[in-house]
């Protein structure tokens, strides 16, 4: 089973809003990521969580603020965003995180859709 | 200079063609390749990973890896319309993965 879920599927928000995406596995992997993708374009990653901790932030505005709650769960919480926004934010798991000379395939979830209006 | 690099096509190859796909990156030391399809409006799903020299077959599919030249290939044989999507390579080098832009492929019937 190499499963990713992703809710909600769809999200329509207005500037002022806070909502939050949220993202399940059950693989056991110990690696969650969270990806911006604009059309046309590939995944640019956010967020990296390995075991829990925060590892890698790619200089994402603080009006996103991720949190794992525990190794199955990843979220994202979204505060004042703007139009451009709007994307579809895509939650990936692997076994662990890269590093030196071990690196491992990452499974994506559905994604959200969302539009900021 | 880009990580990794794409021609982003259009890529068009009749029904039951071999399609190719090619990607090359910049860094030597990259350890591990992948390929994603993805379909549009939906998420990358993997279709293969290749970490050593050579050559890697699953089902239709054909991974191809040369660590000298810096190039990774999917060649996808006896091409169907549902094999229309964009691929997208992927290379993971120390702790970073880095996507290429993309192939957009269309299997004409």
């Known amino acids: 089973d190499t499963e990713v879920t992703q809710t909600p599927k769809h999200l329509v928000m207005g500037m002022t809003n806070k909502k939050s995406l949220k993202c399940e596995q059950h693989?056991?992997?110990?690696?969650m990521y969270w990806y911006k993708q604009k059309a046309k374009k590939p995944p640019e990653l956010m967020f990296v969580?390995?075991?829990?901790?925060?590892?890698i932030n790619e200089s994402v505005p603080s009006r996103f603020s991720p949190e794992c709650p525990n190794s199955s769960l990843l979220n994202l919480h979204l505060h004042a965003l703007q139009p451009e926004d709007s994307a579809l934010y895509l939650c990936?798991?692997?076994?662990?995180?890269?590093?030196?000379?071990?690196?491992?395939?990452?499974?994506f979830g559905p994604g959200t859709r969302l539009t900021v209006t | 200079q880009k990580e990794v690099e794409q021609n982003s096509g259009p890529l068009s190859v009749p029904e039951g063609a071999i399609a190719s796909l090619n990607c090359t990156y910049s860094d030597r030391g990259s350890q591990s390749f992948f390929w994603y399809r993805q379909y549009s409006g939906k998420s990358p799903e993997l279709i293969m990973f290749i970490y050593s020299n050579g050559d890697k077959e699953d089902g239709r599919f054909t991974a191809q890896l040369n660590k000298a030249s810096q190039y990774v290939s999917l060649l996808i044989r006896d091409s169907q319309p549902s094999d229309s999507a964009t691929y997208l390579c992927a290379v993971t080098t120390g702790n970073q993965f880095y996507f290429g832009t993309g192939t957009s492929l269309t299997v004409i019937p």
């Open positions: 990936a798991s692997s076994q662990d995180e890269a590093s030196g000379g071990d690196s491992y395939e990452q499974y």
């Open positions: 969580y390995s075991y829990e901790k925060l590892s």
């Open positions: 693989m056991g992997h110990r690696a």
